[in-house]
């Protein structure tokens, strides 16, 4: 199995970036597809952006795209996220998600098997 840690939230002024890192130890890196969830305040948990094990494929949730960026470096064993344009939305609780690679990059939460602690990610007007 791969243990996950989240880092890099904050507080942050409306039209503003953060970058948030998942370290993964424990089992190979690349045996797993990466993704990104949120929970924000009374909302349930959704898909944000994922990324396939080997780099080459990605999808983001369309809230997102065109302002978040999701990447991995499977030498460093992370995968980050890098948002920009951050909106009073987009605050949330992320979480780092892994599944097998062998499966399709899931876009829903059961589909992921390892999940991270969580890192908060607060954005204000």
């Known amino acids: 199995q791969v243990q996950l840690v989240e880092s890099g939230g904050g507080l942050v002024q409306a039209g503003g970036s953060l970058r948030l890192s998942c370290a993964a130890s ?3 890196f690349t045996s ?3 993704a990104w969830f949120r929970q924000g305040p009374g909302k349930e948990r959704e ?4 990324i396939s094990w ?4 990605r999808n983001w949730a369309d809230s997102v795209e065109g302002r978040f960026t ?3 470096d499977n030498v460093k064993n992370t995968v980050d996220l890098q ?4 909106k009073p939305e987009d ?3 992320y ?3 892994a599944q097998p690679r062998e499966r399709q990059i899931g876009i829903r939460d059961y589909e992921y098997n390892y999940w991270g602690q969580g890192t908060q990610v607060t954005v204000s007007s």
Do not use: E, K, P, Q
């Open 32 to 34: 797993y597809n990466m």
């Open 70 to 72: 999701i990447s991995r």
């Open 95 to 97: 979480y780092c998600a």
């Open 83 to 86: 948002m920009n344009t951050l």
């Open 54 to 57: 080997s780099g080459d494929d």
């Open 26 to 28: 424990g089992r190979t």
């Open 91 to 93: 605050t949330a609780v």
């Open 47 to 50: 898909f944000v952006a994922a």
